[in-house]
């Protein structure tokens, strides 16, 4: 579940889907180019890193480590973000973007403090995003087994307490539940 689901996997996948199920084709090449940017690119850096020796594991286990990530993916997110506006692109899937921002700017600062789960808040996240543009009530019911599979798997491989497994998990839906409350 911890491999499957790690965020940077989520967010490549999340703004993908939610363009094919909101703008059908069109919204899927918007969500494509959006996750090469926003997500792509700080999964490769971190999978660098990873090869290089210079970063535990694509998961960032030890939290020392997430600084540069996560300033990378904060970069690579204002600049796609920045993009598709500029290009008009379907609003969903720019609304989906500052979600991805959203889960920077306010679980990024908290991680270099106390390990807050990644895992758990973009997943979770990623659930409230797409009951914006599917049935609400199956996918937030999925959603919340899901992420309470990989909050479970993430405390048993050590690498969260439960606390900062549910915390993920909050922070992560209460951000992406805002964000496009305010754009759509």
Known sequence: ????????????????GVGLFAEGWAGLAWGVLAAAVCAGVPAAVIAVGVRRGRLDSIHLVERKSRKGPMLIGLAATV??????MLLDAPRVVVASVAVMLAWVLVMGPITLVWKISFHTGVSAGTAVVLAYVLPAV???LAGAVVVTVIGWARVQVSHHTAAQAL???VVGAAAAWATPAMML
């Open 138 to 140: 199956p996918i937030l």
């Open 79 to 84: 600049v796609g973000l920045t993009a598709l």
């Open 167 to 169: 915390a993920g998990a």
């Open 1 to 16: 579940m911890t491999e499957v689901f790690a965020p940077q996997y989520v967010g490549i996948a999340m703004p993908a």
